[in-house]
């Protein structure tokens, strides 16, 4: 919220007059956060308050005037040339900017305009009178500012201070649960606690505007339905104002304060309700008094389905929750959201029906959100005001209509009242406000603080009985006293200590996610961290059957973004579209892990069904692999289908064990990977995830550009690993033997693997291939593959009878059951 | 064979060796004339198979002699050896590689800066007796927002701008359902911190609409203000390795009271202020929010406020990184782009 400085002082006395640094740091540290300081005269410097003394037509141009004008009264007077239509007699007050002066120049001109003396047909004019566009304080360029005939700025005096602009305004940041901050009394009052000080209250005597029409003139009845909803009402009547556009000087007073705080001036009777609402945080509503015939103002709830056009002209259809105020039966305002278009104050309007009410927030915050209307009233009922302070709003309008609009109250005030509340006064144990704060705080400290925010504090000792201001509708627990004391006592009291920890930590298994990212990341790959969701055309692209999970994403109801509309069930399309980032920006060669979860529905069939249940959040690992890897002289080998294999199972024994067997199985059904060059990974029967070059229908559709490689695993299907045990180191050499075969092309190389494992010979320690060979001379689809077989006991060296007799029988088996023929 | 004959013989043998041997370059060759001479079967040998038909008066001589052409022979072996050892180790050390050519590349990966920043506090975190706890990322509306004391329609709502799946079901804005999650389902004393992904709907070069926290929450009997302020201070002169101080300034969260924003003390500048472009001139950082746990709070979960206290905090892990890294731009953190995730 936007405060004026000037505006906050004139509700103050305060023991001392702060600097507006001095002012912002106190209600920061107070905890209302200054976020921003504007100094309103900033705009232009080096003009002055000059007044004319005589002027003359210029000898050249019909147009111009030459202006004769003092800066002291008795002295030497100075001629200025002037364009403007309407410079005025001799005696009137103008602004003046003399040769030097800096103005902001016509929108856009970059470091502004600095004045210099320059001939106009003939004559030197030192500097020129302004108008209000001159200055950057509007778009009117219709003739010169000229004060008021009683403007008190004393000549020579800076421009800024008779337009009232020789003031600062501040950024309030006010927390959610102080709507009692929501106008300049409120952050008065927390100003006054914080630098010691008594509030002012702003002028409300009605004495000289009272007593218009007969008695019982006016005379409203106001029928309350339900006083929670609306606990308190006061209408006044006043009449005999004229709408219009405020000229008079506290009018104009009104309006240049209003822009300071960022709302644009209507009319006086419209600025006069906004500005009491910014004075004093009590929103105000004005009927037209004329249109309300039935004399019985209600408030009540509406009834579902009814019509009601709010003052922006458009029908609104209401619900049961929503608060109206009616004149008999008829709508005539949405109560602290809107008023009705039929009552509405038009510059025909002469007598007013001021509303100063206190609506229950959470009704307010419904029926505003509901129908997007948010205004400044909305946002302060939502946030709670006062009942209390709806009289003295309610008069402080009506004084300052009756000022700016010519009229006169018509009777008296009526005010329904049905929810007043005494205030309860609540206990507070000093041992405990020791506790909270860890501060040794007295009494008298307390007792002391509390009363500077206006508390009355009852009790001494060790038990303090404090009653809040009515104001202070956040301060219901002993707690929220608590806060209140440090808050002005000042959080910076407090010392800082260490808590002791009273016993062990529980117990925690290490992290699988940070197990994987720092096997992969030691093992050269980088790791990306991409955003949990996903576009619909990036989450299709990876072309899942619609039997699988994954192809079910969980929408976000109310995403920012098309790009952000899906959860992501796959880590890959995101790395493969940072793929395709990279590619863009001219780095082809990229190899990209993430480990992080995905987001399933929960049950089966989920698709149709709106989720009303947490999703299975799995944590998966995904690597993608484009261009070359860093090479020693030249530009490196392409990364390929076994980098994607090797880095899965990097991921999957740094969770699982060095030693956990996993095995390979080609596949050609995975639909994000190439029919040919894909596999599958198993520990034991379970399938725990996929490498393969990506299926280029793939790469494609997510942009990426040439061949890629990629795996994904689903880390939460791995076993944790327990802790390695040792194995003897051999003591007796072992001894190798080649086998080579000639073999039909399609089998692979696991086959192989699988057969030697078959014969279970527990002499062989290890299998290699060393060869995997083809070539059209073997034949049509055949290979040729050469493995080594190592032979070892552990408790002998083997004689080369024991390993041959190992060898053949293997060979045999392999030669048989392949098949396969030895070369 | 006289004696006379046979010495001239032998000492033609190892003239005869000598002019065998000046040609040869390798051990193995020169291993082999060595045998050829005086093997078993060699020519020395050979030859002393005469020794026998001397008459024995004149065998010492020979004998002799013969020594003298086998020592001969081994010690020109010796040197001959010597020589080529001595050469092949000159030729050794005459080799020469260009050693300012590129170092052969090793793969260098990278851990992403937010995960070195998270493991990281998590440590600091550790010392002090907190240990990690994680929950899901999509939680129920109880457990981020009502059993914070945020009730549906409550204004605090607006301060963080949440996503929904449905009417109940949101991304967590917030960590602090892990809170609730743990305060549940176990007993005090807690210390707890919860790193992890939370969602706004927010998008500038300061925000992002996922971005990571990292919480804390200590519950325990006689735990304070104090307590909080000095668990930041630890923190936060650790992460940066300097002696930092930390201002608790008077804010609003529903969950906590009394309720905190926490600033640092300005790490680039150490609080001077003045130009410094990373505080604006204030001395001063905002790094998050903390308080004392509401008593409402625990009244959702069932602990008892009158006998424990508590304090939680919370703070975003990209603005940690980018007050330490200089990361000016909250996007560089989930792009993928190489050229950013490789300088750290």
């Not at chain 1, 698709?607 to 690597?623: K, Q, S």
Request: aromatic residues 6%; contains cysteine.
């Amino acid at each position: 919220m936007k405060i004026l400085w000037s505006w906050l002082l004139e509700l103050c006395d305060l023991d001392r007059q702060p600097t507006v640094e001095e002012g912002a740091r106190a209600l920061t540290r107070g905890g209302l956060e200054i976020e921003g300081m504007t100094n309103l005269g900033a705009g232009f410097t080096g003009v002055v308050v000059a007044q004319v003394v005589g002027k003359k037509p210029h000898p050249q141009a019909d147009k111009l005037t030459l202006v004769d004008v003092i800066t002291e009264r008795g002295g030497a007077a100075t001629q200025v040339v002037c364009g403007a239509p309407n410079v005025p007699e001799a005696g009137r007050k103008v602004l003046w900017a003399q040769i030097g002066a800096k103005l902001p120049g016509p929108a856009g001109t970059p470091g502004g305009l600095t004045l210099a003396a320059k001939p106009v047909k003939g004559v030197v004019s030192p500097g020129m009178l302004c108008a209000e566009d001159e200055l950057g304080l509007g778009e009117s360029h219709a003739g010169i500012i000229v004060l008021d005939a009683d403007d008190p700025t004393a000549l020579g005096a800076p421009a800024q201070q008779a337009l009232g602009l020789d003031d600062w305004m501040l950024e309030v940041n006010a927390p959610a649960n102080r709507g009692d901050v929501l106008g300049h009394l409120g952050i008065a009052r927390e100003l006054v606690a914080v630098l010691r000080g008594t509030l002012v209250l702003p002028d409300v005597d009605l004495s000289a505007y009272a007593g218009a029409g007969e008695p019982g003139a006016g005379r409203v009845e106001i029928a309350i339905q339900d006083p929670e909803a609306c606990r308190r009402y006061i209408a006044r009547v006043i009449d005999g104002v004229t709408v219009a556009e405020g000229t008079s000087p506290l009018a104009r007073r009104i309006a240049q304060r209003l822009r300071g705080v960022g709302v644009r001036p209507i009319s006086n009777l419209v600025d006069v309700t906004n500005y009491v609402m910014f004075e004093l945080g009590q929103p105000l509503h004005a009927f037209d008094a004329h249109a309300l015939k039935a004399g019985v103002v209600g408030v009540s709830n509406a009834s579902d389905g009814e019509k009601f056009t709010t003052l922006d002209g458009i029908e609104r259809t209401l619900v049961a929750g929503d608060l109206v105020i009616r004149d008999g039966d008829r709508g005539i305002a949405l109560a602290g959201v809107m008023g009705g278009l039929d009552s509405e104050v038009t510059s025909r309007t002469t007598r007013v029906l001021l509303e100063s009410a206190s609506f229950r927030p959470l009704s307010i915050r419904r029926t505003a959100r509901r129908l997007g209307l948010h205004s400044e009233a909305s946002h302060r009922f939502e946030r709670g005001v006062d009942p209390e302070l709806a009289e003295l709003a309610s008069a402080r309008a009506a004084r300052l209509l009756c000022m700016v609009g010519g009229g006169k109250v018509l009777g008296e005030a009526v005010d329904a009242y049905p929810g007043k509340r005494t205030v309860a006064s609540i206990t507070v144990r000093m041992p405990r406000v020791r506790m909270v704060s860890g501060v040794a705080l007295e009494p008298s400290t307390c007792r002391d603080a509390l009363e500077r925010l206006g508390c009355v504090v009852a009790g001494s000792g060790e038990t303090l009985d404090v009653t809040p201001p009515s104001a202070r509708a956040d301060i219901t627990r002993e707690v929220d006293v608590i806060e209140e004391v440090l808050r002005i006592v000042g959080y910076e009291q407090v010392p800082a200590s260490l808590p002791a920890l009273r016993q062990p930590p529980p117990l925690r298994p290490a992290d699988p996610g940070d197990v994987a990212r720092r096997a992969l990341a030691a093992a050269g790959l980088c790791e990306a961290i991409t955003f949990a969701f996903q576009s619909a055309e990036r989450s299709g692209a990876l072309g899942l059957e619609v039997t699988d999970r994954r192809s079910q994403p969980i929408a976000i109801h109310n995403p920012m973004s098309a790009d952000q509309a899906l959860m992501r069930t796959s880590l890959l399309p995101n790395l493969i579209a940072a793929v395709t980032r990279n590619q863009s920006h001219g780095r082809p060669d990229v190899a990209l892990f993430e480990v992080g979860s995905v987001f399933l529905r929960r049950g089966e069939g989920a698709a149709e069904r709106p989720i009303h249940e947490l999703a299975d959040e799995p944590l998966w690992a995904a690597g993608v692999f484009a261009g070359r890897r860093p090479g020693h002289i030249g530009y490196g080998t392409p990364w390929d289908v076994f980098d994607a294999k090797a880095y899965a199972q990097v991921a999957i024994r740094a969770i699982a064990g060095a030693s956990v067997e996993i095995k390979t199985r080609a596949t050609s059904t995975v639909p994000y990977l190439h029919p040919g060059i894909a596999g599958e990974l198993l520990l034991g029967q379970t399938v725990i995830g996929w490498f393969g070059e990506v299926h280029p229908d793939v790469r494609r559709k997510l942009g990426a550009e040439g061949s890629l490689f990629a795996f994904d695993v689903d880390l939460s299907k791995l076993p944790a690993a327990r802790p390695p045990q040792m194995t003897s180191i051999p003591r007796f050499p072992g001894s190798a033997r080649d086998v080579s075969l000639l073999l039909g092309a399609s089998i692979p190389a696991a086959r192989v693997e699988d057969v030697i494992a078959q014969v279970a010979d527990p002499l062989v320690s290890s299998v290699r291939l060393l060869e995997d060979y083809r070539d059209a001379k073997l034949g049509e689809g055949m290979k040729s593959m050469l493995w080594s077989i190592s032979y070892r006991a552990p408790d002998r060296t083997l004689t080369d009878a024991e390993v041959e007799k190992a060898h053949e029988a293997i060979v045999a088996r392999l030669v048989e059951h392949l098949p396969a023929a030895r070369r | 064979m006289s004696a006379t004959q046979l010495i001239e013989n032998l000492e033609r043998l190892r003239d005869e060796f000598h002019t065998a041997i000046e040609p040869l370059a390798d051990e193995q060759a020169i291993r082999a004339a060595q045998a050829q001479f005086l093997g078993k079967k060699g020519k020395v040998s050979e030859l002393m198979k005469e020794l026998g038909k001397l008459p024995p008066g004149d065998r010492p001589q020979v004998g002799t002699a013969a020594n003298n052409v086998k020592n001969f022979i081994e010690a020109m072996v010796e040197q001959r050896l010597r020589s080529l050892a001595d050469r092949a180790a000159k030729a050794d050390l005459a080799r020469s590689i260009d050693v300012t050519l590129p170092a052969r590349p090793v793969a260098a990966g990278h851990l992403h800066l937010l995960t070195q920043v998270r493991l990281e506090a998590v440590q600091i975190f550790s010392e002090l007796g907190f240990v990690v706890a994680e929950g899901p990322q999509i939680d129920t509306d109880w457990n981020t927002f009502e059993a914070l004391a945020i009730p549906k329609d409550h204004p605090a709502r607006d301060m963080q701008d949440t996503f929904y799946v449905s009417e109940d079901i949101v991304l967590r804005t917030h960590t602090s359902p892990v809170q609730v999650r743990t305060m549940l389902t176990q007993a005090p004393p807690i210390r707890i911190v919860s790193p992890g992904h939370v969602f706004r709907r927010d998008d500038d070069p300061t925000h992002s609409p996922m971005f990571t926290q990292i919480e804390g929450l200590a519950v325990d009997e006689g735990l304070s203000f104090a307590d909080l302020k000095g668990v930041l201070i630890h923190f936060v002169s650790r992460f940066f390795q300097r002696d930092l101080t930390v201002r608790l300034r008077p804010s609003y969260f529903p969950f906590v009271e009394p309720g905190a924003e926490v600033d640092m003390q300005c790490s680039f500048c150490m609080g001077a202020g003045g130009a410094c472009r990373v505080c604006k001139g204030t001395g001063w950082v905002e790094i998050g929010g903390a308080g004392v746990v509401d008593p409402d709070v625990f009244a959702n979960v069932k602990i008892d406020s009158e006998k424990y206290t508590g304090f939680a905090f919370g703070m975003g892990l990209e603005r940690m990184a980018m007050l330490r890294h200089g990361v000016n731009d909250i996007k560089f953190y989930y792009e993928g782009d190489v050229r950013f995730l490789e300088q750290f």
